[in-house]
DNA sequence: TTGTACGCGTTATCAT
DNA sequence: ATGATAACGCGTACAA
């Protein structure tokens, strides 16, 4: 059988209460007995049953990260830097995927609560936006911390980069380049990263002086496929551009892969920025210019702020970097 | 306050005890009280206490996934498949990454077992393979299931693909392009696949007639730095193959970089072949020709395995997809 | 077919 | 600083 208190309290020879003092590194304990009972909980390989505490204690050590899906890589990269900040803490992450446009997304989350009975919730974009779920945590008093949220930042502790500033900083890198026609693929309109980062796109080409062209705008939702796509409508331009910055990496390998089937030699017809986490970029093409969005960081300081034992409302801004890689100007135009 | 078995037993005008037994589905109810019960939870909006059910009832309603990281889509899907089937069930997977040379490697699945709870486990390689999580297995009467295990395949419930066959399958096309010269990169030691699809590699150039040459074989660790690496050391070869077939997709993501750095136009001079679950070389390279490994299938059927009533002990060999895309023989010396 | 009473392992209250 | 005892919400013999 598994030891349990009783049987730590037998061995170190004090009650039940002081070894639960000593468990959850109470105060009121002298340091002959604390070690008394560390002893015994050694000798056992004592470890506590989570049910119980959960049961007794109202708390379940456990804290959920709900997360969309738009790139692999990103969720990854978000659970894992959510998971080492939790180990630090002994609590235990659980991963929630949702579906942005599901229907049982509330009834998702509310039952995540109730069933996992977890102490805190991470979200991540787009449910970090929408009324319902909001209104639900406060209705539930879950603490939690969104993740680039695109609405009320002052409303909840929240974690996000300047997207912004980062979008500007790329298209800069591509004026710089010698770049004048820079195509846009958007993200998936349901998230606010998308606008973001088009007004940070928009933003860049006003400080140089260029007048902003609705054709180079393609519409995209984050994925691979809607890269493709977007990148051939704007080949498929008149004037098509010399560079193209997708909204994410996804996008940007899809963008990738079409310039690579039309024989576009990649980057000296055509530039190809993404916005992610690098991690796809990697894959992809040592040259393209990135902007490294910190996803594991994003995450990491989520955690922190939730784990925080005075939980208050919060925000933090994690700084973006510009990763630059060989890369050249326009060669010639890229039909 | 949250509503209680209680409060439901009042609102329904029985006892807790036949609350509890239409909760689990048991026989002995009248469809009349069984009626009244689910109408009360219904307008309670009754959600079972997960902790105090995993306490009194020994059960937790949770399987864990405990997975090794070569690759983030290989965990991906994975996860999604396990967490597909599971929600058929009503049982949550809690994924536990680890490290495959982590000297806490049996700790850490024990304190799974412990804190969590699970009711199973479901195993990656190479963990499927290491006596010592073998025995802790036994040791603490957990069902389990491994996913492509390489040793004792009639030990345990397990899942997998005829990685030999596939691998042969790989290379017949190769060959059948015109290819001799067939360069292998290996996967990491540790995983039993490795040598499995090396085996298979060996057969098809058996069956060819074709010598097998040492120096085509280059080792890799599955991830994308030692493909690209391995593909620097074979096309530096007085004789460099006119093929290189990637033991994963991570390695032929890498294998691909290294080609493109050198200006070698892939298919045309170097025909790169991938063994992965073609998520990777979906965004890479379309023309890559990979053996779709159906990973997402492989968790889904292993989670079936799992949450089966009659837990029997079974082997399931899952069909591989050999995916031909256009490509074409070797053009001239890839060096 | 249905109900009673106890136990699961821990935390919390209120003593001492 | 420490201890006795009552919760916590549900499953389960056992009884009816």
Not at 5 to 11: G, K, M
Not at 35 to 43: I, Q
Not at 44 to 56: C, D, I, V
Not at 144 to 156: Q, Y
Request: hydrophobic share 45%; glycine share 6%; net charge neutral.
């Amino acid at each position: 059988m598994r030891p349990t208190i009783n049987d730590v309290s037998r061995l170190a020879g004090v009650s039940i209460k002081t070894v639960s003092r000593v468990l959850n590194n109470e105060d009121r304990v002298s340091d002959a007995t604390r070690a008394r009972v560390t002893a015994a909980f050694a000798t056992l390989k004592y470890r506590p049953n989570m049910a119980a505490r959960t049961l007794a204690g109202h708390r379940s050590f456990q804290i959920a990260l709900a997360c969309d899906n738009p790139s692999p890589y990103y969720v990854y990269e978000m659970q894992s830097g959510i998971r080492d900040r939790c180990l630090l803490d002994g609590v235990r992450m659980v991963a929630q995927p949702y579906d942005h446009d599901s229907d049982r997304l509330i009834d998702d989350i509310e039952s995540l609560i109730d069933g996992s009975g977890v102490d805190g919730l991470i979200l991540t974009p787009p449910a970090t936006d929408y009324p319902e779920v909001l209104a639900l945590m406060a209705r539930r008093k879950v603490r939690f911390v969104r993740v680039s949220p695109g609405t009320d930042l002052d409303l909840t502790a929240s974690v996000f980069i300047d997207n912004v500033g980062a979008a500007a900083a790329m298209v800069r890198h591509l004026l710089a380049l010698g770049h004048r026609r820079i195509g846009f693929i958007t993200g998936h309109a349901s998230y606010a990263t998308s606008a973001q980062r088009l007004a940070g796109y928009r933003a860049a080409l006003d400080e140089a002086g260029i007048a902003f062209d609705p054709l180079l705008v393609r519409p995209g939702d984050y994925d691979f496929a809607s890269g493709a796509a977007a990148t051939e409508a704007l080949l498929a331009l008149r004037l098509p551009p010399t560079a193209i910055f997708a909204s994410n990496d996804d996008m940007a390998a899809g963008a990738l892969s079409v310039a690579h089937r039309r024989g576009l030699s990649v980057p000296a017809a055509l530039s190809i920025a993404g916005f992610g986490d690098d991690a796809i970029a990697r894959y992809v093409w040592p040259a393209l210019t990135t902007i490294r969005q910190p996803t594991r960081l994003l995450g990491y300081t989520a955690a922190d702020l939730l784990l925080a034992p005075e939980f208050v409302v919060k925000r933090i801004d994690v700084p973006f970097e510009l990763i630059r890689r060989e890369s050249t100007g326009p060669a010639r135009s890229a039909g």
